[in-house]
């Protein structure tokens, strides 16, 4: 595996997000997404070697870029992000070993149920038994037009690589105006193969996290803009 310390993944112009995580694949090798503003392009960076340098993977063109996020099965990359121009939650799936450096990767919707450009971070991650993605993002609706909310969305990852989304639940339904970032900055892990969230909550003291059919085994962990955590179903 990969040895990383203090090491130049590529150079000035390109920004990272958090909860893009450099990712291992099962080869070894190690791979993490940037994002070039001035450019329009979504890079995919690749450390295949201990005492390899950094190199181009592939790339994705797209332009106003909030956030990304990532994960892997394999040596296959999955990738969403949002844009401050468009209402769709938008997603890549590519194998690292047949990527091509020359031709940009295409992208697909797997949401527009959103306010266009209404985000305020995302997550992505795998279940432990490799079936299922888990993407979760705050963003506002045309039904809480007022504040962010977490959202969620499940895949399920077929034998060939290929996602399968459902349906875009909302998990807060906060709708007030005064608290306009009540539910921001979200982060998904998997627990025996079910999501568990966790997100910064402002300004509101209590919340309504919503009920759905998995509802008896997901447990909403709020962080507190004041530092303090509490947790409910």
Not at 78 to 106: I, Y
Not at 112 to 125: Q, V
Not at 129 to 136: C, I, K, N, P, Y
Not at 153 to 159: K, Q, R, Y
Request: hydrophobic share 40%.
């Amino acid at each position: 595996m990969p040895n990383i310390s203090n090491e130049l993944v590529i150079g000035s112009g390109y920004a990272t997000y958090r909860n893009a995580r450099p990712q291992l694949l099962s080869n070894g090798w190690i791979v993490a997404a940037v994002y070039n503003q001035s450019l329009g392009r979504i890079q995919f960076r690749v450390k295949k070697t201990s005492v390899g340098a950094w190199e181009d993977l592939a790339f994705l063109t797209t332009s106003n870029v909030l956030s990304w996020s990532l994960a892997i099965k394999g040596t296959r990359v999955f990738a969403t992000f949002h844009t401050s121009s468009s209402n769709a939650t938008s997603f890549v799936n590519f194998d690292a070993l047949t990527a091509s450096t020359s031709v940009s990767l295409s992208a697909v919707s797997i949401d527009n149920t959103s306010t266009s450009g209404a985000f305020s971070g995302e997550d992505l991650t795998i279940s432990e038994d490799g079936t299922q993605l888990f993407h979760a993002f705050c963003a506002k609706t045309p039904t809480y037009w007022s504040s962010f909310n977490l959202r969620y969305i499940i895949g399920v990852i077929g034998n060939d690589g290929s996602v399968s989304w459902g349906v875009a639940q909302d998990r807060t339904k906060a709708n007030n105006s005064t608290y306009t970032n009540a539910v921001t900055s979200p982060s998904v892990i998997s627990v025996e193969n079910q999501p568990k969230f966790f997100f910064v909550q402002e300004g509101i003291t209590t919340f309504n996290a919503q009920g759905d059919p998995m509802s008896t085994s997901q447990t909403v962990c709020v962080i507190f803009s004041t530092g303090s955590i509490v947790t409910g179903k």
